[in-house]
């Protein structure tokens, strides 16, 4: 980096710093990755000087000529990449993108048809604390416990007592592939609206390695910056009809001028997804979540809906006498990077549930291999079974420095 040392020694020290904490952690966050350099220098290009209110051919302020070439290349790449008749690449992120849908289709009092959260939901799905939930009238649909998938007998029960305008489908702890066509005739018999917000998988989706609900469904949002490994920042696909509502919504219903430059590095990161490599990328992404299942099955750790059909694994770690929590920061202290999360109907809070989520995306970035991830998942399942253990955790330290070493991040970029 030329000009930040000299201009601002104490962000280039943070810099610094946040690289070397990732280069020398195992990034293990379902919902994290890491953009190549190519993303990043879109990112940090002029195209952050512009206002850009409107969409392209059609802005409030003069001078958008090039940037309507970077919008529009985004958008040509993004339908291309899914499908889609119509895409918005201006929400800011994965909440304001279903904000923003949810303002498109809905009116206040309405209800919404979604997954509970404990099963898997999203923040964004109608979570009391949020705004969204005083707005409209969540319902809220589960898992079986018997086979660990959506309870689709459940959906169309639901469906048909309540009557939603909208049904929504799409997780972020959920490890099974969806079954969007039962959605779709369940959504039609009750004639309501489908919506799949497919933040995690989007990336697996483009290729091709997941069922793709676009053309089935009125609307799909997603980030961009999960499994599709572009930068921080959402995306809204829908079919024609719904085109001018969304665009609406989205500008000027609730946000105000795009991040140009976002969506530049969006454009990068739509070719990346479109070139045949990236395919490899999101198989080896399943596989290697696949070596880390068999690893917790045969380590004693109960596997949350059964199995991983994608990127992520949910845990529940009370099977090994943890929370949640105890076995987060286990896992921190030992440089391994994963969240606690909420398991099915959990019975503990929150911020001490009982399981952790963990997934394979960034590493598998990174280039590590299911033999790496057989070896981590066997580390896991020690440093969870004996918390105490110093040697363990040693152990656990030293696999976590050679597997770094192994598979180096960014390996040249340096910001001092
Ligand atoms: C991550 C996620 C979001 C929110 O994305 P942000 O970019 O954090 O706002 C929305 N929906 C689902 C299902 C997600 O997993």
Same mark, same amino acid.
């Given at each position: ?33 890491? =953009?190549?350099? *190519?993303? %990043?220098?879109?990112?940090?290009? #002029? @195209?952050?000087?512009?206002? /850009?209110? &409107? ?45 923003? =849908?949810?303002? *498109?289709? %809905?009116?206040?009092?309405?209800? #919404? @048809?979604?997954?509970?959260? /404990?099963? &898997? ?296």
């Amino acid at each position: 980096m030329r000009y930040l040392p000299t201009h601002d020694p104490a962000v280039v020290d943070i810099l610094e710093r946040e690289l070397e904490r990732q280069r020398s952690g195992l990034e293990m966050i379902a919902s994290e990755n890491f =953009v190549s350099l *190519a993303v %990043l220098e879109a990112l940090g290009s #002029v @195209l952050t000087n512009k206002y /850009s209110e &409107g969409y392209p051919g059609n802005r409030y302020y003069g001078g958008n000529e090039f940037i309507d070439q970077a919008e529009s290349l985004a958008i040509d790449r993004a339908q291309q990449l899914f499908g889609a008749e119509h895409v918005n690449v201006q929400p800011l992120s994965g909440a304001p993108a279903n904000i923003a =849908v949810y303002s *498109a289709l %809905l009116q206040p009092g309405d209800t #919404v @048809l979604g997954m509970d959260l /404990s099963h &898997g939901g999203h923040l964004t799905h109608g979570h009391p604390v949020t705004w969204m939930a005083k707005l409209f009238n969540f319902v809220r649909y589960k898992t079986d416990p018997a086979t660990g998938l959506i309870d689709y007998d459940q959906v169309r029960e639901l469906a048909k007592a309540h009557r939603p305008k909208l049904i929504l489908v799409g997780y972020s702890a959920y490890s099974r592939e969806i079954d969007y066509g039962t959605f779709k005739t369940i959504a039609d018999e009750v004639g309501a609206l489908t919506m799949a917000d497919i933040a995690h998988i989007a990336g697996l989706i483009a290729a091709k390695l997941m069922n793709n609900p676009v053309a089935l469904f009125d609307v799909v949002t997603t980030t961009t910056h999960k499994t599709l490994r572009g930068p921080r920042g959402g995306m809204i696909l829908c079919r024609e009809q719904h085109a001018k509502a969304i665009d609406k919504a989205v500008f000027p219903g609730f946000q105000g001028g795009p991040h140009e430059n976002n969506i530049a590095a969006k454009a990068v990161a739509f070719k990346e997804a479109l070139e045949p490599s990236f395919k490899d990328y999101g198989r080896e992404v399943m596989k290697n979540a696949k070596a880390l299942e068999q690893a917790f099955r045969a380590g004693g750790i109960t596997v949350c809906f059964k199995q991983t059909d994608n990127h992520l694994l949910l845990l529940d770690v009370t099977s090994v006498g943890l929370s949640g929590k105890q076995a987060q920061d286990l896992l921190d202290s030992v440089g391994i990077t994963v969240n606690k999360n909420m398991i099915p109907d959990d019975q503990r809070k929150p911020m001490d549930p009982s399981g952790i989520r963990i997934g394979t995306p960034a590493l598998t970035t990174r280039g590590f291999t299911e033999a790496d991830m057989i070896a981590i998942g066997e580390m896991i399942v020690k440093v969870l079974r004996s918390p105490n253990n110093e040697s363990v955790q040693h152990q656990a330290r030293t696999l976590v420095k050679e597997l770094t070493a192994a598979h180096p991040l960014y390996p040249g970029l340096a910001y001092s």
